[in-house]
């Protein structure tokens, strides 16, 4: 017995021991200062943080400062969790606190070769956590720090063919190699899906994109490209055009910076003016602002230095935080006003394209360019001496007008077969009402009656557009369960853009409804042929219109099988679901 004791005593005494000792070692690590420098500040502006850099950053930012949070919020392709970091002085982290203030929202590494926001947003937190910045009283910031954590993981040196630093990077497709900035319409990732959780989750007020722009070259280190006001519309989209532009040129201005629009051409010069970037849906910014978010995509000039290429996205992400401060709730005022706006409107305008009749001046900084023979293919080549820069008008043709216009209806009704339709709507917090019994009703229905295709994949798609329909009125059965989607709530905008099908990203454009394509039952010739001729002989209209066809087109006369197929589309035989486009509207 006495020698049992004496085994439990020594038992308790080294396991008391053990447990000090492991105790104080975990005590030591907290109290252990961590070093809130970046790599890219370590380097002196030559390299970029890897992405377990940056997550430990923001972990060890949020455990020291109370004002920062970092939480997971959906996964991604890679198998990681998206992230979210928060910067609220306050240090509240709760949907109320969204509401009582301004949210901005920053998104990085979308193409994590494209580093220059990932390193540029950790020093902002920072900044703010240490009070080295005036802190904000009416604004949270919040910042997924990679986005594209597939692609980031994926480091390299060489990918960025023309990019002038940092040393190493991510590649621009994620792990299922998409370019996620083509995702959020038709949401294929993992990622799309984790960031519309986050985006509707904080209903920001300002969103912006961090990007490195490829294609011409000129002075600026510096360009933007802010969704157009034509589409954004209403009080909103008056706001961006009559102060918020002017405010960030002032902004970046007095921190010495000239910013110039996104410098869309690709193949030739700037010196004969260029459009506008027009931001689909697909887009990031376009996404944002069919929820009426300001949306800002921010382009660094590839061939500039890499430290003054952060150096610049840290000052626009900073001015657009002054701007927030500046108008403290007004941006969310028009927001919901905004969003009442669309809800409101009868039309709604889609298809926009730039209006050439309009244009503006700006002042631009560019290089001479000029043609001298390839040493390697010996054919002209354009080249830009940055040796003798110039500074001169050029047309910029930022006016976009809507080619169509589609009228609100009350109610789209889709049949609860086409679930991934609806998983994307839910996603996107659309109000979805399923019908409670079955139900006989007058809808619209669209016909497909011409669309044309890629003829090379995009993005895993083969993507239609130039989609032509016919609408008429049919009675449809509704089954208990399909969906009804009122339309004239806060996502009106996107479920229009979706839901149509002649909109440029609608989920008929990206291949959603494919299968109403292909035709399912077809006739044999040697049988429909004696149906046919019945047909002609019971309908004398018919007849002249087969005849009247027959003498306008040499070759559907010479074509004994069109002439049948054409009859059969005719005839009551025709299956209903061919081109039948499978929602329908409740006018």
Known sequence: MKSKNTFYLIFLIFGLSSFISCDFSKYIKAEKKFDFNTTFEKSNGSKTATYQEVITFYQNLAQQFPSVSIREMGFSDSGKPLHLVLYNPNAEFTPSAFQEKQVILINNGIHPGETDGIDASMMLFRDLAQNKIDTPKNTIVATIPIYNIGGALNRNKYSRTNQNGPEAYGFRGNAKNYDLNRDFIKADSRNALGFTKIFHYLDPAIFIDNHVTNGANYQYTLTHLITQEQKLDGPLGRFLKNEFQQEIKTKLGSKNWDVTPYVNIFGKTPEQGFDQFLDLPRYSVGYASLFNTLGITVETHMLKDYKKRVQATYDYMLSCLEISEEYPQQINRLKEKNTEFHQNKKWHKTNFK???????????????????????TGLDQLYYDDSQPYTKEIPFYNHYIAKDSIRVPKAYLIPQAWQGVIARLKANEIILKPAQ??????????????????????????????TKIHKKKILKQVRKGDIWVPARQPGINYILETLEPTAPDSFFNWNFFDSILQQKEHFSSYVFDQTAAKL????????????????????????????????????????KAHLLYPIFRLE
């Open 354 to 376: 730039s209006d050439k009749s309009i244009s503006s001046t700006l002042l631009f900084k560019g290089f001479k360019s000029y043609i001298q023979k390839s040493e390697v």
């Open 437 to 466: 019994k079955d139900t006989l009703l007058e809808v619209t229905a669209y016909r497909v009656i011409d669309f044309k295709t890629l003829n090379k994949p995009f993005e895993g798609h083969y993507l239609h557009y130039e």
């Open 536 to 575: 002609l002989r019971k309908n004398p209209d018919l007849k002249r219109a087969f005849e009247a066809k027959k003498a306008a087109n040499p070759d559907f006369k010479a074509s004994a099988y069109q002439q049948l197929d054409w009859l059969h589309k005719q005839s009551k035989h025709y299956e």
